[in-house]
């Protein structure tokens, strides 16, 4: 990532993300904005500083350990930058919500956050500031509950298939949040930080459809992918991996998680009174879940999942633009005007292009383009325009084509329309 | 904005941005986002959390006082969370540009910021975290630097435009950032924070069309508007204004700042050698500018600037909807699948509705819509719905008139298109 221009580091595990690498981010924070708000949850936005009081309530406060970035503002008072946002959320619900009539309700935030770990590593992968969707779910009872908590299930599948990705959910340890319910969401990548076990069956099934119905009975979604075993390290058993799955469907991996869903009941609720009246007048805690998506974590992990020895491999939905633009004999005065030419048709077609115009050896720039990864490249030299055409390669496969112009436009155009559709 | 339901209030100056709030936020960012690109700046993201080295380069580090947020992580080393980012922008330039090719260039981005204000106040305009956005130029002499400077004013102009807002650039005292150019963008409202200083003529001058192009000669934009005497309080001087500005025409009032451009040249450059090699192989300091646009204070602004006793009066490219739904008798089955029917038709039109439909009486339902201040409101009860119509209520004018919903509908299409144009 620093060598293809996404990112620079700050200080150890603080990135600052670079035009390239920013454009990406923006293109998977809005797939997570989209397949949320389809979900029906609602987004917010949290400031990244918050009151200590507020974990004094839930107890976090001491229990949070040295991860938690604490500050002291000028007056004194204990503050820290929020590595989550449970007791934020609740304090914010228990304001607004009074009646059994305000549930169920799922809010959304998209935020900086920070963890102060003592060995940063892996990149933007396990950065102290990081960017993370978080949702949270309040419900009058634990169906409801689980009603939510399926509905994130299903929404997460959809989120990162639009990525280009294949994320497996697999049971796990719920942590420092505590709860009874949890499922990472888990991409396979060697590279990956943990070894995780799963039916092999899991890796290719389809992905919940675009119009699915979040108002209907989600289970048989989460069924499908929970009767089969998948599990990450920290709750592996061999024993029973090795009963329930057929020793040619066991696949044990590297994986890296990129989404967790958590239940956790009235943990915060009870501690913190976010309680509404019943339909009797009853006063209920209700009964919490938490969703994390990791957002800048994604753009190394996509990385690892999709590359090859000449660099990054983007898929099309993520990609920083849909093609890049090479002109081999800058200050030639016809192939300069030809690729100005090419780049007005390109843009006037609702692409985005990245035009390298700089002065240097072709080798050099079609490394350049290939380690930054775009899906297209077409390739503009004097030689090529004599006989009327240009260059057309796709990243992914190697493939290289001489075709006219209008022939790689109409082939990108036809590229771009196929991935807006399998994206929607 | 706490009775709108817009943000609440976390701790002193830092605030959460409920649904409502975050809607208004997301499009002035959006706006903003649009302008700098159409002026040739080019969006990354820099994180909140600095390392203090960066600003002892600089000498700021200990200059700063305590508006600073200074920050120990958990290795003792001195960090801090960042009020502005010359430091960090003019580190990733100095990386990367090596050559007098790599000018002019302007960077920008869009990021939470954190100022420790001894007495926060007015709400979001003076928070301690707040969202702002960033622009920095680099040059290589001052004629390019103006250039820059006078870029960004002019995308200022059409910026605060867009929002329903007249800004007049005033001269202004460059503070802590030095320099000796400067001009900050003022909107009046009779909450001002401070009084202004101007020629009235000011107010109404046209905006620079959609179109304008930023590599032309902006000057004349600027001479325009910076040949009237226009200065905040700081800067004022009785004197030069009783003879330059005709009695009739004097206007003194109270004013917010929205925005601020800088020209400083090498101060930064200088201190931590962000030098290019120039044609002739010299190295050159470059010269720079910065730029900023208080995102979330504008949020506060654009209220002080439109509303009357009964609350918001949005303009409509900052509305966090374009239209409210209001159902006067929730319960009745013709009136619940009438505004149900309404309600899919105004999304099928590409409408932002929020729908009322809470069991509450008209009065308090009128009050909530019109605190809230979308630009339209439709009312459907029971009795217009037997003629066959519905009301249409104007927010800004207060105009109510029956009509049958397609012609209401139809109104609303003209309205957003209409709205569209002029943003644009």
Not at 63 to 91: C, F, Q, S, V, W
Not at 276 to 290: D, K, N, R
Not at 300 to 305: L, N, Y
């Amino acid at each position: 990532m620093l060598r293809a221009g996404l990112t620079r580091q700050s200080s150890a595990g603080i990135y600052s993300w670079l035009p390239l690498g920013h454009r990406v981010l923006q293109k998977i924070e809005q797939i997570v904005r989209e397949e949320q708000d389809r979900a029906g949850a609602i987004e917010l936005l949290m400031p990244t500083i918050q009151p200590a009081e507020l974990w004094r309530e839930s107890g976090r406060y001491e229990a949070y350990g040295k991860e938690m970035l604490r500050i002291k503002d000028r007056h004194e008072r204990d503050m820290l930058y929020g590595p989550t946002n449970e007791e934020m959320i609740t304090e914010i619900f228990r304001a607004g919500a009074k009646s059994y009539k305000d549930v169920p309700r799922i809010l959304y935030h998209i935020q900086w956050k920070f963890r102060d770990e003592v060995r940063p590593r892996f990149g933007v992968m396990r950065g102290r500031e990081f960017l993370m969707k978080d949702s949270y779910s309040f419900d009058l009872d634990k169906e409801g509950a689980v009603k939510s908590y399926n509905k994130m299930f299903v929404s997460y599948l959809r989120t990162f298939a639009r990525m280009g990705l294949r994320a497996v959910p697999m049971r796990a340890e719920t942590g420092p949040i505590g709860g009874d319910l949890s499922h990472e969401f888990i991409i396979l990548a060697e590279t990956g930080e943990s070894q995780v076990y799963c039916h092999k069956d899991l890796i290719q099934m389809p992905v919940p459809p675009q119009d699915v119905d979040y108002q209907s009975d989600l289970t048989p979604y989460v069924r499908q992918r929970t009767e089969l075993y998948a599990a990450t390290e920290d709750v592996h058993d061999p024993k029973r991996f090795a009963q329930e799955v057929p020793a040619d469907m066991q696949l044990s991996a590297r994986g890296i998680e990129v989404g967790q869903v958590f239940y956790f009941g009235t943990k915060y609720s009870e501690a913190m009174g976010a309680k509404v009246q019943g339909p009797g007048g009853e006063l209920i805690a209700v009964e919490m879940g938490s969703y994390g998506i990791g957002v800048s974590r994604l753009v190394g992990a996509i990385i690892e999942a999709s590359h090859d020895d000449a660099g990054i491999i983007w898929p099309q939905a993520v990609a920083p633009f849909d093609v890049g633009l090479i002109n081999l004999k800058v200050g030639d005065a016809d192939t300069d005007a030809a690729c100005e030419n090419f780049y007005g048709q390109l843009k006037a077609a609702g692409l985005d292009i990245l035009y390298d115009d700089r002065d240097d050896r072709a080798g050099a720039k079609f490394a350049a383009m290939d380690l930054i990864g775009l899906p297209w490249q077409i390739i503009v030299g004097p030689k090529s325009l004599k006989a009327g055409e240009v260059e057309l390669k796709e990243r992914a496969t190697g493939d290289r084509h001489s075709l006219t112009f209008d022939a790689a436009l109409n082939r990108l155009i036809a590229a771009a329309e196929q991935a807006r559709k399998e994206a929607a």
